[in-house]
């Protein structure tokens, strides 16, 4: 397909991308600079050489510390405040008009003195404004890190749902949770009731599962967690079963290509499952993850598709309606039921 601008046009549906994973570099070298925080860099040059993964990365782990850096500059409610608003910028430059961003209250805490209150506050603050500015929806997951101990993350659910019936202004559309960070090792028998919690107050549930971890990881996150999305979920390709069920089940994979390649999660993006399991009708969304981390944005995604999967118009069309239909937003008061005009021109091109 050539597609010069063609694929930033088109109007997405983004569920996965980590606010606390996309700090701009230019953000992460100003706040610091400010505060006099060390990023172990003197110059935006050399920050940029050593925040951004541009190469593979040898596993998960190495990839999440990584996330330090931009962890660091998210010390105060202004700082959080700006890095959510720039998210939803970048995301509208990428041609997203609804989006889910993702942020984990236990991880941005972690070894500063901010209050979780802070943290949801800096978040709807910063997500308020970059809805004024630019015109796109978004909506709001709380993630509970699996490597954080549970009563911290109980706390940060208790504070989340607190919020999302505070009446703050915008505080309904905290819409969402998820389980993230390393899945390989980690009892999740813990995180049951949170999840049940979580589910029985009116959120989506979403898991990374099967990033890094095999199929069987996934099935025992449809068993445990019955969540509608699961993130990443790719290590179900080739595992009939696992397939069959996330087709039944309707359980939509939140697919991030280069995320995958450059934590090697996948050996290279040719090789990426995500054509095979979209081919064979798993319901799939095409992400960033964590865009500024990695060097990319979703356009060059939605590239990748193009050039190396060999994705249509139609494709898109089909997959940008799977992630509207999944979109934790119609959970939000007021927002269901308003299906917007350029999906219905996706629709058309999808039939
Ligand atoms: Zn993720």
């Known amino acids: 397909m050539s597609h010069d601008g063609m694929l930033q046009a088109l109007p997405k549906v983004e569920l996965h991308r980590h606010l606390d994973g996309s700090v701009r570099i230019q953000t992460i070298w100003d706040i610091a600079s400010e505060a006099g925080l060390d990023v172990g860099a003197r110059t935006l040059e050399e920050l940029r050489r050593a925040a951004v993964i541009r190469e593979p990365v040898h596993d998960l782990g190495q990839a999440l510390a990584r996330f330090e850096t931009q962890r660091k500059v998210l010390h105060s409610f202004d700082a959080i405040s700006r890095v959510t608003r720039e998210n939803v910028e970048d995301a509208f430059r990428d041609g997203v008009r609804v989006l889910e961003l993702r942020f984990a209250p236990a991880f941005i805490a972690d070894g500063t003195a901010l209050s979780n209150d802070q943290i949801i506050g800096g978040v709807l603050d910063g997500m308020l404004k970059g809805m004024a500015e630019f015109p796109v929806e978004v909506g709001l997951i709380g993630i509970l890190p699996r490597g954080c101990p549970v009563p911290v993350n109980a706390r940060a ?107 090697s999660a996948v050996p290279s993006l040719a090789a990426h499952p995500l054509p095979g399991l979209y081919r064979a009708g798993v319901p799939v969304s095409i992400n960033s993850d964590d865009p500024n981390l990695m060097g990319i944005n979703l356009v060059n995604e939605y590239e990748v598709c193009a050039d190396l999967y060999g994705f249509t118009e139609k494709d898109f069309a089909a997959i940008t309606k799977a992630a509207w239909e999944h979109s934790f937003l119609h959970r939000v008061p007021g927002f269901s039921g308003r299906t917007p005009p350029w999906l219905h021109l996706q629709e058309d091109l999808s039939h």
Not at 162 to 186: N, S, T, V, Y
Not at 214 to 242: M, Q, Y
């Open 157 to 263: 659910l208790d504070d989340l749902l607190r919020w999302r019936k505070g009446g703050a202004p915008g505080a309904d559309r905290i819409c969402g949770l998820d389980l993230a960070a390393m899945e390989a090792g980690i009892d999740p028998l813990p995180f049951v009731p949170l999840v049940r919690r979580a589910r029985d107050a009116g959120l989506g549930i979403t898991i990374h599962s099967g990033e890094d971890t095999d199929a069987a990881h996934v099935a025992r996150t449809l068993d445990l967690f019955k969540p509608t999305r699961i993130g990443h979920g790719i290590r179900s390709w080739g595992n009939t079963e696992v397939m069959r069920r996330l087709k039944e089940e309707d359980v939509l994979l939140e697919v991030c290509p280069t995320s995958n390649w450059l934590t």
